[in-house]
């Protein structure tokens, strides 16, 4: 049974996460990304130049905030 096994773990896939983020923080000057989930409730200071980045995408919005 170890080739059934195989395929079955195939298409089961990762299992889900149970949060999910609902944008991220830019800094425009440095390109520099923070996912919503790594940062504290107030917006993160950049890494590179210190400056505070800026929510990119709300819940609601459609499309990447890439």
Known sequence: MGVIDTVRELF???EPT???S???????????????LEADAEP???PT???E???ERSPDAGGCAC
């Open 12 to 14: 089961d896939g990762p």
């Open 18 to 20: 149970k949060s999910r």
């Open 22 to 36: 609902k944008g991220a923080y830019w800094c425009d000057d440095c390109d520099e990304r923070i996912l919503d």
């Open 44 to 46: 993160p200071d950049c």
């Open 49 to 51: 130049c210190g400056e």
């Open 53 to 55: 980045m800026r929510f």
